[in-house]
């Protein structure tokens, strides 16, 4: 069974940093690239992040550049997210997903997200 | 700045048919955005449940079907039943390993 669980959330003051992870099993982790996606309070799911099987290829939404940092270790099966300089915006549950993206001959486009893991809330407030 | 719209809300009998659209402000949705679509219940995680276009994810009743009409993607629920009520996002690729989510569609089922 896919599974994927974060972890890491909680209250954090403006201005400060939380680091998220996420433990993926029940697939071979190091074959897909992953994602973040965050949703705040009451509102629409956000795309925050994307990054390659072998960490070296990332994609941020623009309001994260720059403060946020995905990255990955494949031996221990688990995806993270460093957050700096936090600002109320980025209250939300953040969610783990695995992206699939679609490939021929080496070439990829486009992707989906799929076996979202359960979430976890980071609120950032004085 | 790319605005994926939706429906804010929407409303099906028990046992009717609805489709939700997900467009663009500026310009027409196509295959080549690789549309896939999410429900989610209060509380809950998102499920998948198309993706490039018109593919069920694993699980998904053939119930839900996803196209393209006119210059945008579409999902629609065919015998729409109880547990169908939800929060519907559509996503579109923009390329650069870009994703953006629509504002999503409360449906509701009464």
């Known amino acids: 069974e896919v599974q994927r669980v974060e972890s890491g959330g909680g209250l954090v003051q403006p201005g400060g940093s939380l680091r998220l992870s996420c433990a993926a099993s029940?697939?071979?982790?190091?074959?897909?690239?992953m994602s973040w996606v965050r949703q705040a309070p009451g509102k629409g799911l956000e795309w925050v992040a994307n990054?390659?099987?072998?960490?070296?290829?990332?994609y941020y939404v623009d309001s994260v550049k720059g403060r946020f940092t995905i990255s990955r270790d494949n031996a221990e099966n688990s995806l993270y997210i460093q957050m700096n300089s936090l600002r109320a915006e980025d209250t939300a549950v953040y969610y783990c997903?695995?992206?699939?993206?679609?490939?021929?001959?080496?070439?990829?486009?486009?992707?989906?997200?799929?076996?979202w893991g359960q979430g976890t809330l980071v609120t950032v407030s004085s | 700045q790319t605005v994926v719209t939706q429906e804010p809300s929407f409303s099906v009998s028990p046992g009717g048919t609805v489709t939700l659209t997900c467009g663009l402000r500026?310009?027409?949705?196509?295959?080549?955005?690789?549309v896939s679509w999410y429900q989610q219940t209060p509380g809950q995680a998102p499920r998948t449940l198309i993706y490039?276009?018109?593919t069920r994810s694993s699980g998904v009743p053939d119930r839900f079907s996803g196209s393209i009409l006119g210059n945008k993607a579409a999902l629609t629920i065919t015998g729409a039943q109880a547990d169908d009520e939800s929060d519907y996002y559509c996503?579109?690729?923009?390329?650069?390993?870009?994703?953006?989510f629509g504002g999503g569609t409360k449906l509701t089922v009464l």
């Open positions: 029940g697939f071979t982790f190091s074959n897909f690239w």
């Open positions: 996503v579109l690729y923009m390329g650069r390993g870009i994703s953006v």
């Open positions: 990054i390659h099987q072998d960490g070296n290829e990332k």
């Open positions: 997903a695995r992206w699939d993206r679609y490939c021929s001959s080496g070439i990829c486009n486009g992707g989906h997200f799929d076996h």
């Open positions: 490039n276009t018109n």
């Open positions: 500026s310009g027409s949705v196509s295959t080549s955005y690789y």
